[in-house]
Each structure stands twice: as structure tokens, then as C-alpha cells.
């Protein structure tokens, strides 16, 4: 009897679909062509399938959720239901049904650990384990053609980071994995291993703006097969300069590059923040908290076009577009952390919140 994916999952294993006519580089880490049809799933995915693997191994904490008292401002006082796009641990989840009995949540995550974070939440919250660039199609299941309330909170949650098996850290030992949730298509190892370096200088410089970028990934094409994340830390710190090792892990934008097109963020930030404005009713508020300057300069340039009440060119003496704002930006430049708030949380250093509010 033929094996389905959802057997083979369930029994900890997935099957490879490596065939001739199947590029490598679109196959799961570990498939190769010829290789037997099954391969073990990294433990992480073990545990979506089922299996008990790694539930002692979570940390005490979850997430600290970042700018949680202005997402509470900014989104507190509005009645009905809030989308929380990035759920993770539910902190921010939590400060809005705690600030009015009116909110109900919407909460998103493609990750199945956030999903297990939202057993304990009530009738209030429905979780839907998807990629938030699915929002049109998770609000249809929740017979909802508008919303009253967004808060994308980007990146990573620390339990994902603290999570070695997840493979998303430059500082712990795990496989070269690095997908936020099982829909990813791609895995760090097929880019790590199997990518050409020409495309892997590529992504490192447009999703890691790293100046080094042909030089770490001619290394890595060097050091192929490379194993695990601290090994490839390793090759990338050997392939930067001593003098620009000082700023930082030498890695750190290496990690963020390769996460970044293994999860293809910023075209799902694109096509979500598209459906959250457009779904967004009247007075309605969409806040989005970013860690880095490519996805703040798309949430940027949203919301300074939507906001833009005339796109004449400057020379036309009068106004011939008609258009009409159909937002208005609430956190002008955006809000950054307290120095009292970093200090609790190094993690929160980055962030840089926006906000705007449905005017048309
Ligand atoms: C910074 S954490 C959010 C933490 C959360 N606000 C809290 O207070 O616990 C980001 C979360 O967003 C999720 N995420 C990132 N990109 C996503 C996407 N495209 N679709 C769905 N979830 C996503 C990640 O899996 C992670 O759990």
C-alpha cells in the first residue's frame, strides 16, 4: 500500500519525492536523487506529527511580547475582532482581551507550537494554524468579510530561537532547518547545501544586507556537506574580515538572510498587509511592530501610500487624481522601545512600530 504523506508524517518519517525531473533544490533536506523514499523528520516536525519528542525541552517563557502597552493603546479600545496575525505565545493576544471584554481574536500563527499556546485562551480567541499571507481564506472560514483590528508582530519568537532542533540560532547546535511551520517549501539546507553560491550570495545580500556576501558563500560552497547551524556560524564568522567581526555575531545576518527566503517573509508581509488594509473596516487600526529595516521599509512605503491623499505629480497645479486617503498614519516615523523595555528584553532592541487607521 502506497504510503500518504500524512501516514509517513505521523510515523516520524516524510517521503522524499527526489526524482530526475525534480529540481534538488526544491526537495526537503536529506532527499537526494536515489535516495530511499523515506527520511527521518527533524524532531521538531516529529512533534507536529504526533510524537512527544522535545515537550520537556520548551523554556520557562515563551515570548515576551514587545510593545505591548502600546498595542494596547493603539488597539485596546476598539470593539470586535482583532486579528492577531503572529500570535506566537499570545502575549499580545492576551493584553487586548484583557483590555476590553468587546475583543474577540482572530489569531494566527504557522507555527504548531503558537497553536499549542492557545489552548488556555478561552472562547474569546480562535486560533487557526496558517501563514498569515492566507488571511483572506482564514477569515472566509470565519464568515468574516471585515475586521476590526490588526497587529502583525514579525520575525521570530524567542521560543524559536531557543529551540535548537528548530535551527534558527547562530548560538546553539541544530539541523539546518529554520522553517517557521510546515507549509515553508524550502529548508536552510537545501540552500545551505544544495543552492548554487552564486544565488546564495544573492539572498545574503538581499535579505541580510550583508556587505560579505560573495565571499560567505563561496566559503560555504567550500565547506559542503556543512551539518548543523554551528558549524555554518563557523564557516561564515571564518569568512569575515577580522575588522567587521566586531558588530555583532558575524553570522547574525547570515541566519536572518537564509530565514528570511526560507519562509519567504517578505512577499507574505507584502500580500497580508494588502488584504489587512483592504479588510480593514472604517476607524478600524492595523499596527505592525518590524525587527529590521527590509520589512519596516515595506510597512513604510503601505502605509505612506495609502495614507497619500493626491499622487499628481508635484508640477501639476491642481489636483486631477481624485484620490483619496483611505488611511491615516497614528504613530508618525513609528514608535521604538523604553530603554526600560530593552533593558528587560535585549530582544525588543530592533522593533519599530507603525500604525495606521482606516479613514475611507
Ligand atoms: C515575534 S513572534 C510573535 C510573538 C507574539 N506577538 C507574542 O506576544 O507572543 C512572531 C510569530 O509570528 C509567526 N509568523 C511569522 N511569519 C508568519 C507568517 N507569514 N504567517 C504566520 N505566522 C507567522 C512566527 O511563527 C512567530 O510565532
Redesign the pocket.
Known amino acids: 500500500m502506497p504510503l500518504s504523506k500524512k501516514h509517513s508524517v505521523e510515523k516520524g518519517f516524510e517521503l522524499c519525492s527526489a526524482t530526475a525531473d525534480f529540481p534538488t533544490h526544491r526537495q526537503p533536506s536529506g532527499c537526494h536523487v536515489g535516495s530511499p523514499l523515506l527520511r527521518p523528520l527533524p524532531l521538531w516536525r516529529q512533534r507536529f506529527g504526533g510524537l512527544t519528542v522535545g515537550r520537556n525541552h520548551q523554556p520557562p517563557e ?5 510593545l ?1 502597552d502600546r498595542v494596547e493603546y493603539w488597539l485596546g479600545s476598539l470593539d470586535g475582532t482583532i486579528v ?10 492576551r493584553v487586548l482581551l484583557d483590555a476590553n471584554a468587546e475583543i474577540r481574536v482572530l489569531a ?4 504548531p507550537d ?1 497553536g499549542r499556546q492557545s489552548a488556555s485562551f478561552g472562547s474569546r480567541l480562535t486560533f487557526h494554524q ?4 492566507q488571511l483572506e481564506s482564514v477569515l472566509q472560514e470565519e464568515h468574516l468579510d471585515e475586521i476590526d483590528g490588526a ?1 502583525f ?5 524567542s ?2 530561537l531557543d529551540v535548537g532542533e528548530r535551527g534558527f540560532s547562530y548560538r546553539r547546535r541544530g539541523p539546518l532547518d529554520m522553517r ?2 510546515p507549509d515553508a517549501e524550502l529548508d536552510a539546507d537545501v540552500i545551505v547545501n544544495q543552492w548554487p553560491a552564486a544565488d546564495v550570495a544573492r539572498i545574503l545580500r538581499r535579505y541580510g544586507e550583508e556587505r560579505y556576501s560573495g565571499r560567505i558563500a563561496q566559503a560555504i560552497a567550500r565547506a559542503r556537506p556543512i551539518a548543523d547551524t554551528l558549524e555554518l556560524a563557523g564557516v561564515v564568522a571564518d569568512a569575515v574580515p577580522a575588522r567587521a567581526r566586531r558588530s555583532g555575531h558575524p553570522a547574525r545576518r547570515s541566519f536572518q538572510a537564509i530565514r528570511i527566503a526560507v ?1 519567504d ?1 517578505l512577499a ?2 507584502t500580500d ?1 498587509l494588502d488584504v489587512a488594509m483592504r479588510l480593514l473596516r472604517h476607524g478600524g487600526r492595523i499596527v505592525v511592530i518590524s ?1 529590521q529595516s527590509l520589512e519596516d521599509r515595506i510597512v513604510k512605503r503601505k502605509f505612506a501610500s495609502e495614507s497619500s491623499s493626491c499622487t499628481c505629480p508635484p508640477d501639476f497645479p491642481v489636483c486631477v487624481c481624485d484620490t483619496v486617503a483611505n488611511v491615516r498614519l497614528l504613530a508618525r516615523g513609528g514608535e521604538t522601545p523604553s530603554a526600560a523595555e530593552i533593558e528587560a528584553n535585549p530582544r525588543a532592541r530592533s522593533a519599530r512600530l507603525r500604525a495606521a487607521e482606516r479613514v475611507a
Open positions: 515563551y515570548h515576551v511580547p514587545v505591548a492577531d496575525a503572529t500570535f506566537g505565545g499570545g502575549g499580545h493576544s494566527i500563527d504557522r507555527d503558537a496558517a501563514n498569515f499571507r497587529i508582530d514579525l520575525g521570530v519568537s521560543h524559536q517557521m511551520g519562509n517573509e507574505a508581509l497580508a525587527y
